[in-house]
């Protein structure tokens, strides 16, 4: 991409090679031109260009006006130039593929984030493999030669567009292990397992030790996780060259379109072998084992815990997952849980609430008296301290059980009840009567 920039006008020319000359005419111009007055550019071509013709460039930028005029101060020439692949990757304009690949694996090595963790590596390590994705293909190559960078954003070839970079680093590196990404055949951790549980509602308070049984995958003890048939060889599988992925490529309106899948013929494993009879080549038997769980106080619906090494085994002899085991309550019939709080609602006499009274309440720990002082209103929460559920990984703490007082009115009364609370109401209205006096 070339840029001429006079003031704050600026014109772009693309699909030029990055390395050209400025013609004698323009030279003049320029220098005659850019310090005072506007001016038209007529003429601007690359020598080892064939993208543009002299005649199409110069109608290109003689149909460019200038509105701003150049001033003296600030007046300059801009010349930005594409990324040069051959650069990038340290290799001459006519070095071969094999060439071309051995750098690139080279500086893919000392470059990849998972290795080197300066500043900048990563976009380097973009840059490597988006120069090594254009040399290793010969019609993007042959375009390139001829059109620099613009050449290939503007063809149909992905319209500028790269492959992930790690995807290229994977199917040419087998064996490098960079903690991220890697060979198919390696060692590989074992899936996770999950496994529910249900516990009453006191066990989920106070905590269970409980023996559970699951269902999981374990190491075949035929072949040792391998897959293959015991005193057989292995062989590089033939399809994917041991990489365990396949590459396909197709020709799209919108460019080049490519699809990395698992090899059909090693399915992933990148060798070919003769099964283990007992675990069919997968390496992997499944088997049931029972285990003891110890389930804290204060766990609740949502609650998981978790049990290291006991999900399914690795393969290749890579190490096992975990055990994830999901906590689901069953309620109360009388107490309900907010938390770490117990709410209970109790039912009082008027008679009562005016009065005052002991009752018996229901608790995780079994029958409390809870004592109802004279005059509680209706809709009052009495809070009995540290009567609630332990704290999750702090059981030394608890929540409370809150009591809500419900006050029950009679709908009917007795002649004798009837007599008596009219008394009390007659005595109530002398009482507010003395008051106001």
């Not at 001429?4 to 090679?17: D, E, K, N, P, W």
């Not at 006499?349 to 995780?364: Q, W």
């Amino acid at each position: 991409m070339a840029i001429i920039s006079c003031g704050s006008t600026r014109v772009t020319s693309l699909g030029i090679q990055p390395q050209f000359t400025l013609r004698s005419s323009i030279t003049n111009k320029l220098s005659t031109s850019l310090p005072c007055t506007p001016s038209r550019i007529t003429s601007l071509a690359s020598q080892s260009s064939t993208f543009f013709s002299e005649q199409s460039l110069n109608a290109l930028f003689s149909s460019v006006s200038y509105i701003n005029p150049c001033h003296k101060r600030g007046a300059r020439l801009v010349v930005r130039a594409d990324k040069d692949y051959y650069s990038v990757l340290g290799v001459a304009k006519n070095a071969s593929k094999a060439d071309i690949k051995s750098s690139y694996r080279k500086l893919a090595r000392t470059n990849h984030p998972d290795v080197n963790k300066e500043p900048g590596a990563e976009q380097k390590f973009k840059d490597i493999s988006n120069a090594y994705e254009v040399l290793s293909d010969d019609e993007k190559r042959s375009v390139y030669d001829r059109y620099g960078e613009a050449g290939l954003k503007g063809s149909s070839m992905g319209g500028g567009d790269y492959t992930n970079p790690f995807d290229i680093f994977d199917s040419l590196f087998d064996n490098l292990n960079t903690g991220g990404r890697g060979s198919r055949n390696r060692a590989t951790e074992g899936e996770d397992q999950l496994h529910n549980l249900v516990l009453n509602f006191k066990d989920a308070i106070f905590g269970i030790e409980k023996e559970i049984e699951i269902t999981r995958l374990e190491s075949c003890n035929t072949c040792k996780g391998s897959g293959a048939k015991p005193d057989t060889r292995s062989s590089k599988c033939s399809t994917c060259g041991g990489q365990g992925q396949v590459i396909t490529s197709a020709q799209t309106p919108l460019g080049v379109f490519q699809q990395v899948m698992t090899c059909p013929n090693c399915n992933g494993a990148g060798e070919i072998s003769t099964p283990c009879s007992t675990c069919r080549g997968e390496g992997r038997v499944k088997k049931s084992k029972r285990i003891s769980l110890k389930v804290p106080a204060g766990v609740d619906s949502g609650s998981r815990l978790r049990v290291r090494s006991e999900g399914n085994a690795g393969r290749r002899g890579g190490p096992p997952g975990d055990l994830f085991v999901m906590i689901e309550v069953l309620s109360d019939s009388v107490l309900k849980r907010d938390d770490t709080n117990i709410l209970y609602t109790c039912k009082l006499s008027y008679i009562d609430a005016i009065l005052g009274t002991t009752i018996k309440v229901p608790t995780v720990d079994g029958i409390v008296d809870l004592k109802i002082p004279c005059g509680t209103q209706p809709g009052t929460t009495l809070v009995m301290a540290k009567k609630g559920v332990p704290f999750l990984n702090k059981s030394n703490r608890r929540g409370d059980q809150l009591v809500k007082v419900q006050v029950e009115i009679p709908k009917r009364l007795s002649g004798e009840e009837k007599k008596l609370i009219e008394e009390l109401s007659e005595l109530n209205k002398a009482k507010a009567t003395a008051t106001r006096r």
